[in-house]
């Protein structure tokens, strides 16, 4: 529908041409379902007011009955050996963009919360008319972000047995309750374009059952279409095309009964079924002729067809060529006959092949076809099968080349600190891998290897063992990661590595896994929880320079850089910097580094920009011996001696309540961790633990002795010891103060120094370390503003006990005491531990500060910003 004075700026194509504009068929990774507010299905055109489905990798929002008539037009990310290209152009989407939308060539509004309207890149991000995005030039060069962005043309990634959904490594869900094969719901959810069960029908209409073939009638999936009782056999014909989106000449279909026993029957009894069919105008259904309950669309047997073929390489001046087939045409003479219509008539036609392509939307499906198969008696078969299939089925001629099968898998979740062969025989007792065609090709000391197959079936049976095999009692986890091709980086691409906790910050992470997934390529976006940093770090091994972004918490920022400090060796670019998104509860670190207190929902595309804009600065790394063992005047009753091991530190190190805080606070999200999503719920925990303790005293400094720089420093009387790198600890105190001392150097985070306070209680610190950021006033706030357990140092009222200063420290535990890392408890058995600098500094990106604002930040060079994407 369109106003008449509109029409001038509509060019749509329905769902059943849309199949045929595709360029590269690329499958779309439906996440699960949701409430996606003013947003349109793309087939229908129709608002989503019911649970829908959305690719995570591009902007199409669809109904779930709507799913099988959807075409495979996502973004191509990747080359996979088919379409192979260096120069990309705009990938559309048509409507669903923000209402102040404006039109990159008329500068007009193009955008609309009434209908679908307007387009938009899904690379670059400019959005128009349709009818003016003909004016732009077809090349896209990315926009804003094209120097984050990794190229797609620069990736390689052959998947001929993998769904995009293990390629992009995206988690499956319960809710994708049907694959690529089983496209559609079930029959009694089928309900056509109305995603409403239709009320009983009046007196004068009923309600058909409508397939589309023999394949929707072996699941019971049809449509229900509501008709006339007396109208004529082309009225419901024409309805019944209509209601699977088939806009061919209805005079080359026919509708044939369907007997009720033959729902289940086999393929004979569903060709022969019904074969006098509904073709005549004197068949019209009065009240009293019999009614069926099904009836299946059939193509009418055609003595030749106009074909379309498409060429298998993108660099050919036109985009298919049409042939006409008929019964002696075999695909030999197929071949033959468009080869020169392609330019490649110069060329031997035994070195070319006719390639079948299922365009289905949630994958693609390609077939080589055999030189003396018949191409018409082909066509008859498939439309007998499904019109939906044949409507998204093409024909490619492509080289006959042999594909050199290459698949990189990792391996995750092994015993760390083996041998490249103690690790191949490992996965060979587990797994029974194959020497022929399985290879170690990395070996990381953290417990994980990257396999290379040679072999597609192998690869993919050995991706769908290892998901559900596990190595002493530890499940393995299993990834499809793609080559970078780094020689073929522009010169000025610096692509970001990006790592969510799709856990942190009260589930916005996974929010913003999916909006990154759509700004950038998804290949540079993983999810920590699915096999942690390793497998980001590997892929970009060779990647000469590039940035990284870490979303969650202040924990989650120190695996991040731990896993960097144990890959740095492998890496091309040693020392890239690293940004912070804050999704955790304090984010002491991301407050220093002005990435703000916490994720409170700003536009993901603007948090990319201020990334690309944030300035280099240095921070010192601490390492932590922790060495537990029997010795003189050590208590080891309480816990049994621990071996030595080594933890790092970016923040700062508590002893003490600080950590018994911390301790408390991760086992009541261990116990219950379905509350723990939102940071106002642990806030509140925090609280409630506090006040608890606040009465609690241990005489720390009894317990621990502590040595600075190799001289022994007595302590003060104290209940909590901590250790700190940068001005903000427990949500934003500053525990060292700003009040000058001569006996201190002014601290920095890059000063090769720790600062070493003391606290002598909740009432002095905190009631717990993270929780205090929202609720703190100011400096100059009376103690009565506070709650009780707030503490001194979270108010402002005074600072900790300025202890010590130094690079080294050696802290003997004479008893079993809560420790905390950057936020991350446990209790430590009594001995020693050592803390000294962690080698080279680390390079971390500080947001700038705050310019004038002249103008909105856009995405596209010129382009409006879009709406943020994560809702």
Request: charged share 20%; proline share 6%; with cysteine.
């Given at each position: 529908?369109?106003?008449e004075k ?27 379902r ?6 349109f299905?793309?087939v229908?055109?129709k ?17 779930a009955?709507c ?5 495979s ?15 990309y152009?705009?990938?559309w989407r ?29 690379w670059?991000?400019i ?10 030039a ?10 984050m ?19 992009f490594?995206?988690?499956?869900t319960a809710a ?26 009046e007196s004068?209409k009923q309600?058909l059952?409508i ?11 049809f ?19 209509r ?9 080359d ?9 033959s ?6 009894t ?8 509904l ?5 019209g ?12 669309i ?48 110069a060329?031997?036609p035994e ?7 299922l ?8 077939m080589?076809?055999?030189?003396e198969?018949?191409?018409l ?8 099968t ?7 089925t ?8 042999a ?8 391996v ?9 062969q103690?690790?191949g ?12 065609t399985?290879?170690?090709s990395h070996?990381?000391?953290q417990?994980?290897?990257?396999l ?7 690869a993919e049976?050995l ?7 596990a190595?002493?009692?530890q ?21 970001l590595?990006v ?10 992470g ?24 390793l ?5 970009f ?11 969650g ?8 850089l ?23 509860t ?10 703000g ?6 536009d ?11 300035d280099?600065?240095?921070m ?9 063992h ?10 049994d001696?621990?071996?030595p ?5 970016s923040n700062?190190?508590g002893i ?5 805080l911390?301790?408390?606070f ?16 642990n806030?509140?925990v ?6 608890q ?11 621990i ?15 909590g ?5 940068i001005p903000?600890?427990?949500s934003?105190a500053d ?11 002014k601290p ?9 306070v ?14 205090a ?9 009376k ?11 979270q ?14 420290f050696?802290?003997?535990?004479l ?20 803390i000294s600098?962690?080698?080279p ?7 700038a500060?705050?310019?004038?604002r002249?103008a909105?930040?856009t ?5 409006p910003?879009?709406?943020?994407i994560?809702?």
């Amino acid at each position: 529908m369109s106003h008449e004075k509109c029409l001038r700026h509509v060019k749509t194509a329905c769902a059943g041409v849309a199949p045929s504009l595709v360029r590269v068929p690329v499958a779309h990774c439906f996440g699960p379902r949701g409430l996606y507010k003013r947003k349109f299905c793309a087939v229908c055109r129709k608002g989503l007011e019911a649970p829908a489905l959305r690719c995570e990798v591009c902007e199409l929002h669809i109904h779930a009955d709507c799913v099988p008539f959807a075409c495979s037009d996502c973004r191509q990310c990747h080359q996979d050996g088919h379409h192979d290209h260096d120069t990309y152009h705009h990938h559309w989407r048509e409507g669903n963009l923000p209402l102040g939308a404006r039109c990159e060539v008329c500068r007009k509004t193009c955008g609309s919360s009434d209908v679908l309207a307007g387009v938009r890149c899904e690379w670059c991000g400019i959005q128009a008319h349709s009818l003016c995005s003909a004016v732009l030039a077809p090349e896209c060069t990315f926009g804003r972000l094209r120097s984050m962005v990794l190229p797609p043309a620069c990736v390689r990634l052959l998947s001929r047995n993998f769904s995009k959904m293990h390629c992009f490594r995206i988690a499956e869900t319960a809710a994708l309750e049907l694959g690529d094969g089983d496209d559609g719901v079930d029959g009694s959810a089928a309900l056509g374009p109305g995603r409403d069960m239709p009320a009983t029908p009046e007196s004068s209409k009923q309600t058909l059952k409508i397939f589309d073939g023999n394949d929707t009638v072996r699941r019971n999936h049809f449509h229900l279409v509501t008709v006339p009782r007396l109208a004529r056999s082309e009225e419901v014909l024409e309805a019944a095309l209509r209601a699977y989106y088939v806009s061919e000449d209805p005079g080359d279909f026919e509708l044939q009964e369907l007997p009720l026993p033959s729902l289940a029957g086999d393929d004979q009894t569903l060709g022969k079924a019904g074969s006098g069919g509904l073709a005549e105008e004197d068949s019209g259904r009065g009240s009293g002729s019999h009614e069926p309950e099904a009836w299946v669309i059939r193509a009418r047997p055609r003595a030749q067809e106009v074909l379309k073929i498409y060429p298998g390489w993108l660099k050919v001046g036109v985009a298919y060529v049409s042939i006409r087939v008929t019964s002696q045409s075999t695909v030999r003479t197929v071949v033959l006959e468009v080869l020169p219509l392609l330019g490649r008539q110069a060329e031997d036609p035994e070195s070319f092949q006719l390639v079948e392509v299922l365009m289905g939307s949630r994958q693609v499906q390609r077939m080589v076809l055999a030189d003396e198969e018949p191409l018409l008696e082909r066509l008859w078969d498939i439309r007998q099968t499904s019109l939906r299939q044949a409507s998204q089925t093409r024909f490619y001629v492509v080289e006959s080349r042999a594909m050199a099968p290459h698949v990189s898998l990792f391996v995750g979740g092994l015993p760390p600190g083996l041998s490249p062969q103690e690790y191949g025989d490992l996965l060979h007792e587990a797994m029974t891998t194959k020497a022929a065609t399985v290879s170690v090709s990395h070996v990381y000391s953290q417990g994980a290897v990257v396999l290379d197959v040679t072999c597609f079936a192998e690869a993919e049976r050995l991706y769908m063992l290892g998901r559900d095999t596990a190595v002493h009692g530890q499940p393995l986890t299993t990834l499809v990661l793609p080559d970078v091709l780094h020689t073929k980086l522009p010169s000025d691409c610096c692509p970001l590595l990006v790592f969510v906790n799709p856990k942190s910050g009260g589930l916005k992470g996974r929010d913003l896994l999916c909006s990154f997934r759509k700004l950038l390529n998804p290949h540079q976006v993983f999810d920590l929880t699915n096999g942690g940093p390793l497998p980001g770090f590997h892929l970009f091994a060779q990647v000469p320079c590039f940035r990284v972004l870490v979303c969650g918490g202040d924990g989650t920022v120190g695996w991040v850089l731990t896993a960097l400090e144990e890959t740095r060796h492998h890496l091309a670019c040693q020392e890239p910097s690293v940004a912070i998104l804050p999704l955790g509860t304090g984010n002491d670190l991301g407050r220093v580094l002005r990435w703000g207190a916490g994720y409170s929902g700003e536009d993901p595309f603007s948090m990319l920009v201020s990334v690309d804009e944030a300035d280099a600065v240095l921070m010192d790394r601490w390492t932590i011996l922790l060495d537990a063992h029997k010795a003189a005047g050590i208590d080891n009753n309480v816990v049994d001696a621990e071996p030595p091991k080594i933890v790092q530190m970016s923040n700062y190190c508590g002893i003490g309540i600080d950590a018994e805080l911390s301790l408390d606070f991760h086992q009541a999200r261990e116990e219950e961790p379905g509350k723990f999503t939102s940071r106002f719920h642990n806030k509140g925990v925090y609280v409630r633990v506090g006040l608890q303790k606040i009465s609690h005293s241990r005489g720390l400094h009894k317990e621990i002795r502590l040595q600075v720089e190799q001289r022994e420093v007595e302590l003060p009387s104290i209940e909590g010891l901590i250790f700190i790198n940068i001005p903000s600890w427990g949500s934003g105190a500053d525990l060292w103060g700003s009040d000058s001392d001569s006996r201190f150097e002014k601290p920095r985070m890059d000063d090769g120094l720790l600062e070493v306070v003391g606290v002598t209680g909740v009432v002095h610190m905190v009631s717990a370390r993270p929780w205090a950021g929202s609720c703190a006033t100011p400096r100059r706030a009376k103690p009565a503003s506070h709650p009780p357990c707030q503490g001194q140092v979270q108010g402002g009222l005074r600072s900790g006990i300025r202890i010590a200063q130094g690079s080294y420290f050696r802290v003997t535990l004479l008893k079993a005491t809560p420790v905390q890392v950057d936020g991350e408890p446990w209790v430590q058995a009594p001995g020693h531990m050592i803390i000294s600098a962690a080698g080279p500094k680390v390079h971390m990106l500080r947001k700038a500060k705050q310019k004038p604002r002249k103008a909105a930040v856009t995405r596209g060079d010129a382009a409006p910003a879009p709406e943020g994407i994560a809702k």
